[in-house]
T-cell receptor
Framework: RKEVEQDPGPFNVPEGATVAFNCTYS??????FFWYRQDCRKEPKLLMS???SGNEDGRFTAQLNRASQYISLLIRDSKLSDSATYLC????????????FGTGTKLQVIP | GAGVSQSPRYKVAKRGQDVALRCDPI?????LFWYQQALGQGPEFLTY????????KSGLPSDRFFAERPEGSVSTLKIQRTQQEDSAVYLC??????????FGPGTRLTVT
């Protein structure tokens, strides 16, 4: 089993739709969690951290479920500019913050 | 302020050649990471530095890969005797805390 798993998609959704991605991780000692966004042929950029209590940033909501070892990202009112690949990132376990990326979920928002 | 920079942005190497990829992290960031990203995949961890110390090199795929950060700032990833399977985008990221990372634009390496 991969350390961090994501559904690769693509998720094709109309503008204005709500879409959710899940990401599962295998290391129960993992300590911190993030969502990154990567546009085609660009570098990943930090979208948001994921806190235990859940957190929201505008149209984006991130949740963490430690018991089931998954994190989620919810995007409301999708915009064309949200089209990108969303990477789940898990840190921790061990003496330093070892970082593991998921393979990414591709989102295409359609007019 | 200035972000992470990488050079060259594109590199074409003939199989068997050695290449050196450079990363200039954000000033003051003690943590530096190298990743390899193949098309359609997420970044795969290669190695991690805290200042000049290479704390983890478990992701380096073979002994042809070598990374250094001698003064705790600029880092170089060297690949000796390149092979076609080394073709990928090599990403560098830096972090102040080791947690949230800021990526450079990457070096796209093509081995012919």
């Amino acid at each position: 089993r991969k350390e961090v798993e994501q559904d690769p998609g693509p998720f094709n959704v109309p503008e204005g739709a709500t879409v959710a991605f899940n990401c599962t991780y295998s290391n129960s000692a993992s300590q911190s969690f993030f969502w990154y966004r990567q546009d085609c042929r660009k570098e990943p950029k930090l979208l948001m951290s994921v806190y235990s209590s859940g957190n929201e940033d505008g149209r984006f909501t991130a949740q963490l479920n430690r018991a089931s070892q998954y994190i989620s990202l919810l995007i409301r009112d999708s915009k064309l500019s949200d089209s990108a690949t969303y990477l789940c990132v898990v840190n921790g376990g061990g003496g330093y913050q070892k970082v593991t990326f998921g393979t990414g979920t591709k989102l295409q928002v359609i007019p | 302020g200035a972000g992470v920079s990488q050079s060259p942005r594109y590199k074409v190497a003939k199989r068997g050649q050695d290449v050196a990829l450079r990363c200039d992290p954000i000033s003051g960031h003690v943590s530096l990471f190298w990743y390899q990203q193949a098309l359609g995949q997420g970044p795969e961890f290669l190695t991690y530095f805290q200042n000049e110390a290479q704390l983890d090199k478990s992701g380096l795929p073979s002994d042809r890969f070598f990374a250094e950060r001698p003064e705790g700032s600029v880092s170089t990833l060297k690949i000796q005797r390149t092979q076609q399977e080394d073709s990928a985008v090599y990403l560098c990221a830096s972090s102040r805390t080791g947690s949230e990372q800021y990526f450079g634009p990457g070096t796209r390496l093509t081995v012919t």
